[in-house]
């Protein structure tokens, strides 16, 4: 099957050829990427910028999809003055076209920041100049726009509201996000013009919040500046912008009158329980995690524990996507002496996971591979990794069509027949843009996904003392110093998440033993390890990391195999939605049953799967760019006139039996508008 899988895709083939050679030269013509600081309290370290390459496969050709089509794309998308996100709202600012109402949200500048660190990360790569000269462009503009004192949110600017008048004015998100751009850009070129941007604009917030004025205790609505202020630190090695982001921390929740809907009713180091707007909350635990990297304080990291508990056990989707709700209210199982809130782009309450209404915004489901990365880089725990895969390959990628051209904002798990409505940012099918014609009005998601698959290859490998970690499966190169200074090169090879044979040989090693931890993922029994064709006694335990400890030679090969069974999973029973179903998955993949794949006349509705059956998977090289289908049996139901009906007498009798076959979930929505669902009745 793999060496059909190989001969079917000579373009792709030959694309990474091409990849491999180019990144090659480039990364071997480059100067040493500029130090950045490696936190105190972190297990994990990460791997240089440039150490690792993508060799092809599932992944690379995904960064090469990004560099050819998705980054390019949107670079001309966010030049329009009407889309949400826009790059002409900064020229506004910067006096360079007449001045005018902002096209863009007031969170357009963050979005057209993340631009930019997409092409950094692009370039830091592959050496393309187009992506160089576009940076030099925008950071232009962004240099111009700025005040003298150094701040800089464009809508603010244009419209003369004031700043610090209204925390969803998202000055801080913008400001956050500019920080963590130039850092990426700094380090993809060594050049320090957005980076001086940056510290102007780290200095203005360190006067205006060093005070912690009560006043704007609660600011920073979506708090992109935590994670920005650490980059700060960490690029500069000024302890001030390390003081920035604990103050930001400390700050929100610590006066009377914040709100759930943002995470500030509680101080984070008392908060129990995972509430309100998820990226905002993700956002959060990304910079309270950070902060706790760099200073150790164990209440924080306490808190984010407490936090991931409730999230994965009580409200988080099979597909890693979070966000149950477009609106709602918070009531606290803990808090209750707290008001309740109206909260929407929300976590629910425990176990409240509806499928067709499920918000599970891209950048919210983003945000938890963010979180569980850096959960992930403190611990050395495999459950914080399998969580973050479970995001990656599932509500992450669904989130952007096959043509890598068009976008969903919301992730649900079922979609219904036409005449069903749909709710707030849902879309019955991707959209490309969100000019006025959109029925979606933000665009924060699509350059959140693109800089997500420009930087993936960084969350691939991890070091320790005399340690490779390896997180993620796909073909690849790392070649990096260890912590002593020692070198080391292996390459990777696989065609997972299709197949689950991974091949790891050692092209260079240290002289003294040096431990391979390989990440086993939760669902992955019976996993075997084997080295130089002799297995290993080693304990290959599923949801932990093996540790395979030796000197190592060059040539040594090692070879996993994880177990690519079709899975059937059932919902805990307070899980009213999933009641009676089941959903399949095949390694890290969740799949569903889309109506494109159904016979005429069959309607989704009307089909029970039978686990029991004979259940299958094949690689389907022509359908949806290549995947792997699962096939098996299913009965039919009879159809029902629900006309003018509320409720039906039950009729066990089936109609017939057939054969069904489901897709991926990512790769739903990419032949027309479709009916889909993840969660399937059984018989």
């Known amino acids: 099957m793999a060496a059909e899988r190989q001969t079917s895709r000579p373009l792709a083939a030959a694309i990474a050829v091409m990849m491999i050679i180019g990144a090659w030269a480039w990364v071997g013509a480059q100067p040493p990427e500029p130090s950045v600081r490696f936190a105190p309290h972190q297990k994990l370290r990460t791997v240089p910028l440039r150490d690792v390459r993508w060799t092809g496969d599932f992944w690379g050709d995904r960064f090469e999809w990004c560099r050819r089509v998705v980054a390019p794309n949107l670079w001309r998308v966010m030049q329009l003055p009407d889309n949400a996100a826009t790059f002409n709202d900064l020229r506004m600012a910067a006096g360079l076209v007449p001045k005018g109402k902002p096209g863009g949200t007031k969170w357009s500048d963050g979005d057209c920041h993340k631009m930019v660190e997409t092409l950094a990360y692009l370039y830091a790569m592959t050496g393309d100049r187009q992506f160089d000269r ?258 990656l390959y599932n509500s992450m990628l669904s989130g952007i069509g096959l043509n890598g051209k068009e976008f969903f904002y919301t992730n649900p798990l079922r979609r219904c027949a036409p005449h069903v409505p749909l709710l707030h940012n849902d879309s019955a099918t991707r959209w490309p843009d969100t000019t006025p014609a959109s029925p979606v009005h933000c665009f924060c998601c699509p350059p959140n996904v693109a800089r997500r698959l420009a930087s993936l290859h960084r969350w691939v490998y991890s070091l320790s003392d005399r340690a490779v970690w390896v997180n993620l499966y796909g073909s690849s190169v790392l070649e990096t110093k260890l912590p002593d200074g020692s070198r080391v090169k292996l390459t990777q090879k696989t065609d997972y998440p299709w197949d689950g044979r991974i091949t790891i040989r050692i092209e260079q090693a240290p002289a003294k033993p040096m431990a391979l931890m390989l990440r086993i993922p939760g669902w992955a029994d019976r996993a075997r390890v084997r080295i130089n064709d002799r297995s290993q006694p080693e304990a290959v335990k599923a949801g932990t990391y093996a540790k395979i400890e030796r000197r190592w030679s060059a040539g040594d090969r090692i070879e996993l195999e994880l177990p690519m069974n079709v899975v059937f999973l059932q919902a805990h029973p307070l899980v009213e939605e999933a009641r009676g179903q089941v959903a399949v998955m095949r390694g890290p993949l969740v799949y569903c049953l889309e109506s494109p794949d159904l016979p005429d006349g069959i309607d989704i509705d009307n089909v029970a799967v039978l686990p029991a059956g004979r259940w299958t998977a094949a690689h389907r090289p022509d359908l949806l760019g290549g995947v792997t289908v699962v096939e098996g049996d299913a009965l039919l139901t009879k159809p029902v006139d629900w006309t003018g009906r509320l409720y039906h007498r039950y009729d066990p009798t089936p109609a017939g039996r057939i054969r069904v076959t489901l897709i991926p979930y990512y790769a739903w929505a990419n032949r027309g508008r479709s009916q889909m669902t993840v969660w399937l009745p059984m018989r």
Not at 168 to 195: S, V
Not at 247 to 272: C, H, I, T, Y
């Open 134 to 391: 576009w940076m030099d462009e925008a950071i232009t503009w962004i240099a111009k726009a700025q005040e003298p004192d150094g701040y800089l949110s464009s809508w603010v600017q244009l419209t003369g509201v004031g700043r610090w008048k209204d925390l969803h004015n998202h000055e801080l998100y913008n400001m956050g996000h500019l920080m963590t751009a130039a850092c990426a850009h700094y380090r993809a070129t060594g050049k320090d013009t957005y980076l001086n941007i940056a510290r102007r604009v780290g200095d203005y917030l360190y006067k205006v919040f060093s005070p912690r004025p009560k006043e704007l205790a609660h600011f920073g609505f979506n708090p992109s500046n935590i994670m920005g202020a650490i980059d700060l630190y960490r690029t500069t090695r000024e302890k001030k912008y390390l003081e920035l982001a604990g103050l930001f921390v400390d700050m929100r929740g610590s006066q009377p009158g914040g709100s759930n809907q943002n995470q500030a009713a509680v101080p984070l180091r008392k908060e129990q329980e995972a509430v309100g707007h998820c990226v905002t909350a993700t956002y959060l635990w990304c910079g309270a995690a950070d902060v706790y990297a760099e200073t150790g304080d164990r209440s924080l990291l306490e808190a984010l524990e407490r936090l991931w508990s409730d999230v994965t056990t009580h409200k988080m989707y099979l597909t890693g996507g979070i966000a149950a709700l477009h609106n709602g209210e918070v009531f606290r199982q803990t808090f209750r002496r707290w008001p309740r809130d109206s909260v929407h782009e929300a976590f629910g309450p425990p176990y409240h996971l509806p499928n067709r209404t499920a918000y599970n915004e891209t950048c919210a489901n983003i945000g938890n591979a963010m979180w569980n990365w850096r959960m992930l880089g403190l611990t050395g725990e495999a459950r914080f990794a399998d969580v973050m895969e479970r995001v």
